[in-house]
């Protein structure tokens, strides 16, 4: 018998990239964020080869996941083409056999930055979104051990006393990006920094969302069919932007999440923030045989 | 059991007739000792309140005033000992069994607390207002126009200018942050309101008026207060019942007539002596 009849063969690295312990020890803090929707569970994060602060907690549990059969795609703020999501796509391509797309429709897994598609997600879809600060009582408590003791005891007070301040001083909720959300009735957790037009979609959505730092070590997750409520006021509603009447000057689609494009002339022009489905719309006008999903939001409104 | 205080909402401020002094009592500490290494500052210590009266606790410097006060408030646990508070509808145990949760529940509805030093009782950078709807905030008002209306009520109660109601803590004199942290104290209509040298360090004439605010919401809603002083004129001004507390003992207790007229104890003897 020879040495290398015992042995694994040599390879550069391994099935998509992470050790097997790694993807285990993300595997059961996954499984059990699942378990906990909108607890923060602690991890060991891994070194993985982009900096921190570039996605390595999302990257790290989209490894965990790949399958040579998976099919992924890639966002940065809406778009498909950023130097970083096209760099962490090809990267999972060639460490997972994974296939690389950027419709929405056709990706099995979805690992984004500061936005959710505007095509519904199904229940065969997973969504990854890379989170800088997992804590949403960071503004209000700066000791994290006291911090875990408040979700403990679901003490939120401070987190309404924020909003309340910002309707004394303001008239209105200042808060833009990740509006903290409770979950399933009893964990407050920042949904990322995806706009507050996102953040309904993961109310009661078909697919799992599963958030994770990698600076901060945390992961945690929004299950299908779970409740994710913004903290309002009985008499203050939710607002998201104001873009349902925004058209993209693109595509001429109406009714979703817009970039700015600031003009010399003072005045704006608004693109579509979801890249691809910009694409897509355009393509479709033009008589190609695409498919656009269904979407969240109906003529800017979601029911 | 704890949902019984998680009840989400609690009704607005109500204004009640005084009660008639009953004769059970509302609060009942037994046999409370706390050491710190090696300084006992409650050597079995009993307290008995009844609902609607002022307990007025008196002693020297380090004696034990704001220890025990502090284990009125739950804030801590002695060693040995035991604590009941009659509340409607409560399973009546020691408190001092419940965890953290259950005790932040029961201080929400049902405790006030005045500290001598405001930063320990209120969010310098919130407003006045928002430090009082924080209060209804724990104990689930999520209306906002109750809240503001609800702390409103509560400023309005502490005579506090209500122009200034959105104004920091951190922009107002001593004795209007005092009523800031009595607002929100009475915001909820405690059953037990705990004063801890609520005007100590504050000028004489601004002392003299929080105090004429502590009589008038005493006599108007017959809040059952429990006041820590050193300082024998607010005790007597305040106090229907007096305990003079000396090394973690109670060396005296007794109407407060009693206890300044005809004192016992050589300690307070010297105490009343000196003052007079
Ligand atoms: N957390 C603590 N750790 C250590 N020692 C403590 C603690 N709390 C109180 N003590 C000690 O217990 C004794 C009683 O303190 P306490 O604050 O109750 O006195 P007090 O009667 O309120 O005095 P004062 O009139 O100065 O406010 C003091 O000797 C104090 O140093
Ligand atoms: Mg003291």
Redesign the pocket.
């Known amino acids: 018998m020879k040495i290398n009849e015992l042995t694994k063969p040599w390879s550069a690295f391994n099935y998509g990239f992470l050790d097997e312990s790694a993807k285990r020890e993300i595997r059961r803090r996954t499984l059990k964020a699942v378990a906990i929707p909108g607890y923060q569970v602690p991890y060991a994060s891994r070194d993985v080869p982009i900096a921190r602060g570039w996605g390595t907690g999302g990257l790290q549990v989209t490894l965990t996941l790949l399958k040579p059969d998976s099919v992924v795609k890639v966002i940065d703020q809406g778009a498909d083409d950023s130097v970083n999501a096209s760099s962490i796509r090809k990267f999972l391509a060639k460490v997972g056999g994974a296939t690389e797309t950027s419709d929405t429709t056709e990706a099995t897994i979805i690992q984004s930055r500061h936005r959710i598609p505007e095509e519904k997600l199904r229940e065969d879809q997973i969504l990854v979104l890379q989170v800088p600060n997992p804590e949403p009582l960071r503004p209000v408590q700066p000791d994290m051990s006291i911090a875990r003791e408040m979700h403990g005891d679901a003490d939120y007070g401070q987190l309404w006393l924020i909003l309340y301040e910002q309707l004394v001083r303001s008239g209105r909720i200042m808060q833009g990006s990740s509006y903290p959300s409770m979950v399933n009735g009893r964990h407050v957790m920042t949904p990322s920094p995806i706009p507050r037009w996102d953040v309904p979609k993961l109310n009661q959505a078909d697919h799992l969302t599963i958030l994770s730092a990698g600076r901060e070590k945390r992961i945690f997750a929004v299950p299908p069919h779970t409740s994710v409520e913004p903290l309002v006021f009985d008499d203050v509603p939710y607002r998201v932007e104001d873009h349902q009447d925004k058209t993209c000057y693109r595509s001429g689609v109406e009714g979703f999440f817009m970039n700015e494009l600031p003009q010399d002339d003072g005045s704006s022009l608004y693109e579509l923030s979801d890249s691809h489905f910009g694409i897509k719309s355009i393509r479709k006008a033009e008589g190609e045989p695409v498919t656009l999903g269904e979407t969240w939001y109906k003529n800017g409104r979601m029911e | 059991m704890a949902d019984a205080f998680f009840d989400g909402r609690t009704p607005a401020i109500r204004h009640r007739p005084p009660r008639l002094m009953t004769a059970a009592p509302i609060l009942t500490m037994g046999g409370i000792s706390r050491t710190?290494?090696d300084?006992q500052?409650l050597r079995s210590v009993d307290v008995i309140v009844y609902p609607g009266e002022v307990l007025g606790i008196v002693?020297e410097?380090?004696?034990?005033?704001?220890?025990l006060l502090r284990m009125m408030n739950l804030e801590d646990t002695p060693d040995a000992g035991t604590y009941h508070l009659a509340l409607p509808g409560r399973v009546d145990d020691n408190l001092f069994t419940l965890d953290r949760f259950q005790r932040r529940m029961l201080r929400a509805h049902h405790i006030g607390i005045v500290y001598q030093n405001p930063h320990l009782g209120l969010l310098m950078k919130h407003s006045s207002s928002g430090n009082v709807a924080e209060r209804l905030l724990i104990a689930g008002e999520r209306n906002f126009a109750a809240l503001r209306q609800r702390a409103r009520e509560a400023l309005d109660a502490s005579e506090f200018p209500l122009t200034r109601m959105d104004a920091r803590p951190s922009e107002l004199s001593g004795g209007m942050q005092q009523r800031v942290q009595l607002a929100k104290a009475i915001a909820l209509e405690p059953a037990l309101l705990l004063l801890d040298?609520p005007t100590t360090g504050l000028d004489v004439s601004v002392q003299a008026l929080v105090l004429d605010t502590l009589k008038t919401l005493q006599r108007d809603r017959n809040i059952t207060m429990v006041l820590v002083s050193?300082d024998l004129g607010v005790i007597r001004t305040m106090a229907d019942r007096v305990m003079v507390m000396r090394s973690g003992e109670v060396v005296e207790q007794g109407l407060a007539d009693q206890i300044f007229q005809d004192p016992q104890h050589a300690y307070t003897q010297q105490l009343v002596h000196a003052k007079l």
């Open positions: 710190y290494g300084v500052a002693g410097s380090g004696s034990g005033k704001s220890t040298e050193h």
